[in-house]
Every structure is written in C-alpha cells, then in structure tokens.
C-alpha cells in the first residue's frame, strides 16, 4: 500500500484528507509540525510527501528545501490560490507538482494517483537505456547518469527527461510533455513544463559548450532534445 504524509498545520483539513486517503486506498498519515514532518520522513519510507506552503512554525518552502537535500520522494504542495510566485518557487526547490487552496480532496487525490502512476508505469515493464552521448538515461531504475555520474533529479525532473530522450530529435508538446511526463493534461496558464525543463537545464549543463546535447524552445511548439 502506498504511503503518504501530509505536513499541514491545518488539523481538521489534514485528518479531513488523510481520511479521504484512506478510503481510497492510501495509507496516509498527517502531521501538523512541519519539524516533525520531517522526522516522521527521516524515520519511515513514504512514497509521496504532500505539503502546505503557509505554516506558522516553518514554511513549507523552506520544508521542502530540507526535504531536497536527502530526499528524492515525490513532493505535491498546497498553494494559496492565485499565488504564482510560491508556486514557482516550489517548482524550482523541487515541488513535483502543486494543486491551489482551497481544492477538493478529490482534486489533491487525482494529482497524486498522477505522480505515483508516472513512477509506477516507468518501473512496471524493463525498458532500454536512453543514451544520448555522454547522457544515460535509465528508466528501469529511475537513474540518471552525465560523464558515467549521477545525477540527482526529481520525479518529476527524470519523468519529462526521460520523455524528450526517447524522443530525441523531435519537437515536443508542452501538452504531450504534461500527460506524458506528470500524469496530467496541461492546464492554461501551467509554468509547471517550463520550471522543471529550466532545472533540467542547470543540472545537466545542456546547452553549454562543453555537451553535444541542446534543449531547444522551439516557439509555439514545446522543447526539443538533441545531440549534436
């Protein structure tokens, strides 16, 4: 059964949505402090993490900060409505996804089911590693490798990778890298593709001299990935 934990320092919506969890099929614990969140993550194996933005004793930027340096467990946040600047900000500490408050539990569950089902198709079925000059993708064990070394990437991050490497050479779609690459239909306005793909950008060093691989905007259209 899949694990998740829920930091909020919202009681009755956390014990609300961990319920709602529960009955469809999630074992989900909440917790309030966003300290002991992190304790909690420390000390048992959770599959998925989903986060509050404003809480009194610690932010939930600065949470998930805490969570990046050790972790690689999926990250969903709890935005205010409207806030687009902690919503990119999340996105580039490494937020896989984000759903607006107030939302319906129905709305955090389908988001989740989304980023858990991205992982599980890559893991479900053996597939060949991606190679693309000195880049390796692995999609069997979810690994990324530059020069022969690991790179550490987000779910998310590995996901839309991994889609524009076995694609290579092609334009595409911010709408195919949305369902493809987060479980989700791309939404109007959504910055989600272009802040995971400028991360991208800075680990790997693409589009530097010193790689044969360029990811192209291509205007109007989505991102290219290739070898040169």
Known sequence: MMKILHIDDDIELGEM??????????????????????????DEQYQLVVLDVMMPQQSGLE??????????????????????????????????DY??????????????RAILRRAS???????????LGPLEVQPAK????????EVELTSAEFNLLEVLASHAGQVVSKAALSEQG???????????????LS??????????????????????????LSLD
């Open 182 to 196: 987060l479980g989700r239909p791309l939404e109007r306005f959504d910055r989600s593709i272009d802040v995971h």
């Open 17 to 42: 949505l961990c319920e709602y969890l529960r009955g469809e099929g999630f074992e989900a614990e909440h917790c309030a402090n966003p300290i002991e969140g992190l304790k909690k993550l420390a």
């Open 99 to 112: 759903v607006p408050k107030p939302c319906l539990p129905r709305e955090i569950v389908a988001r989740v």
């Open 142 to 149: 979810r690994k990324v490798l530059l020069h022969g070394t």
């Open 199 to 224: 991360s991208l950008r800075n680990k790997l060093n693409l589009n530097s001299d010193e790689l044969p691989l360029t990811l192209h905007t291509i205007r109007g259209q989505g991102y290219q």
């Open 121 to 131: 198709d890559s893991n479900s079925a053996p597939k060949q590693a991606l190679q």
């Open 63 to 96: 949470t998930l900060k805490q969570i990046r340096l050790k972790y690689n467990t999926p990250v969903l946040m709890l935005t205010a409505r409207g806030d687009n600047i902690d919503r990119i900000v999340g996105l580039e500490l490494g937020a896989d």
